[in-house]
């Protein structure tokens, strides 16, 4: 399971160097960018970014303006770093997509808070695996629970088991032998038709009636999870 990954955007190099240390003590995997323009850069060139930490006063390019970009393309939890005073900053930058803000100074304790909620709203916060989420379908770990845009789905222990590989391995092409290794185990002896069957189970419960389908099929490799249009 790969860890999450922090962007820091933030010109005032103790406060990014204190909040770097403070999240890699978390367990987070910390980027820093020192300037509007290069956090932009970073942001857009890599989408592995699970949350950004975004500072309002930049220089090159000022923080709404990086928050305005980075929404035309992405959807990533970006957290708003604003001073006392900067009270239309922290308005604007909601107003133009910003999850969250917090107010300089702050305690680090609120912060992470407010980085966990961010990471759990978004099913991203992968030091926490207890929920598991892909566009509206959720996977309670913990409860065993599964549910369509807030509606519970009955999934039979197989097609759970199954459900919960294709999202742990969300936006990865997994092979019918990779499926069947990992969900039904080694000692499995008969035809990897099985991962279709228990696919069509799966595509009945958690795909039908709905308009974005989240289970692909890549025609002579495999499937996958992922929201975006079936190749068949
Ligand atoms: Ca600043």
């Known amino acids: 399971m790969n860890k999450t990954k922090i962007l820091i955007i933030e010109d005032e190099k103790p406060i990014a160097r204190f909040l770097q240390l403070e999240l890699l003590h978390e ?12 956090g932009l850069e970073k942001a857009v060139a890599d ?6 930490l975004l500072d309002i006063m930049l220089p090159e390019i000022n923080g709404i303006e990086v928050l305005r970009r980075i929404r035309q393309s992405m959807s990533t939890p ?13 308005v604007m930058g909601l107003d133009t997509g910003a999850d969250d803000y917090i107010t300089k100074p702050f305690v680090i304790e609120e912060l992470l808070a407010r980085i966990r909620a961010a990471l ?8 926490d695996v207890s929920l598991l989420k892909i566009f509206d379908l959720e996977l309670d770990i913990d409860r065993h629970e599964t549910k369509r845009a807030g509606q519970a789905i009955d999934l039979t222990k ?16 997994l ?5 069947i290794e990992k969900v039904w185990g080694f000692e499995f002896v008969g035809d990897t038709n099985v991962v279709d069957v228990y696919i069509r189970y ?11 389908k989240l289970i692909q099929t890549i025609r002579g490799v495999g499937y996958c999870i992922r929201e975006g249009k079936d190749e068949d």
């Open 27 to 38: 367990g987070y995997i910390i980027d820093i960018a020192y300037d509007g323009r290069a």
């Open 47 to 52: 989408p592995e970014y699970d949350l950004i």
């Open 78 to 90: 970006i957290i708003i770093l604003t001073a006392l005073d900067e009270i239309t900053d922290k």
């Open 120 to 127: 759990r709203k978004n099913g991203l916060n992968k030091n």
């Open 158 to 173: 197989k097609e759970y088991d199954l459900l919960e590989y294709l999202i742990r391995n969300k936006g990865l092409v």
């Open 175 to 179: 092979t019918r032998n990779k499926i």
């Open 202 to 212: 799966l595509r009945i419960k958690i795909d039908e009636g709905y308009e974005q």
